[in-house]
T-cell receptor, first 112, second 112 residues
Framework: DQQVKQNSPSLSVQEGRISILNCDYT??????FLWYKKYPAEGPTFLISISSIKDKNEDGRFTVFLNKSAKHLSLHIVPSQPGDSAVYFC???????????WGAGTKLIIKP | SQTIHQWPATLVQPVGSPLSLECTVEGTSNPNLYWYRQAAGRGLQLLFY??????ISSEVPQNLSASRPQDRQFILSSKKLLLSDSGFYLCASGSAVTYEQYFGPGTRLTVT
């Protein structure tokens, strides 16, 4: 049972344009969502998060949008830069649980 | 801020040999600790988590075990490695307050 889904295994975007990474979830009990970035052979690094009581959170070039009715969240990166090329993971936390439920990841490729 | 140390960075072991991967955490106390595995081209699979010394929860029945002998030390072990144990192993530290998890650099394990 895959509770957090990232349906696009990869995404290619021109440098300077907007990158939009999508994530869908099935469990309405999730109360907190996080995005992580991972380079090959390194551990993931935390990017940005959003509580279920909000619909938008912005940090510099990164903005996360949450649509609870659609059980969908997205990460917008604008403008996209070459260093943004990485695998991006969406994760969700279930209230009072110590675990994060992870998506399979989307590989973002920024073309020069 | 937290720093997660993992060693070794890479490891090549024959089938049937034992395994011990160590993770230590700096910059926090009483963290929740996690062991994940990432198989090639796949997402993060939670293997074990611990909310305190001597407290281990296993998520996936397998050939591996974990121990937490000290507050900021987490060890992943196996008595006899299988070929299917190959992968990228990540240690993470988190808290129930901030929700974010912080990852170490990972260990690339190849079982031959």
């Amino acid at each position: 049972d895959q509770q957090v889904k990232q349906n696009s295994p990869s995404l290619s975007v021109q440098e300077g344009r907007i990158s939009i990474l999508n994530c869908d979830y099935t469990n309405s009990m999730f109360d907190y969502f996080l995005w992580y970035k991972k380079y090959p052979a390194e551990g993931p690094t935390f990017l940005i998060s959003i509580s279920s009581i909000k619909d938008k959170n912005e940090d510099g070039r990164f903005t996360v949008f949450l649509n609870k009715s659609a059980k969908h969240l997205s990460l917008h990166i604008v403008p996209s830069q070459p260093g943004d090329s990485a695998v991006y993971f969406c994760a969700a936390r279930k209230d009072s649980n110590y675990q994060l439920i992870w998506g399979a990841g989307t590989k973002l490729i920024i073309k020069p | 801020s937290q720093t997660i140390h993992q060693w070794p960075a890479t490891l090549v072991q024959p089938v049937g040999s034992p395994l011990s991967l160590e993770c230590t955490v700096e910059g926090t106390s009483n963290p929740n600790l996690y062991w994940y595995r990432q198989a090639a081209g796949r997402g993060l699979q939670l293997l074990f988590y611990s909310v305190g010394i001597g407290q281990i929860s296993s998520e996936v029945p397998q050939n591996l075990s974990a121990s937490r002998p000290q507050d900021r030390q987490f060890i992943l072990s196996s008595k006899k490695l299988l070929l299917s144990d190959s992968g990228f192993y990540l240690c993470a530290s988190g808290s129930a307050v901030t929700y974010e998890q912080y990852f170490g650099p990972g260990t690339r394990l190849t079982v031959t």
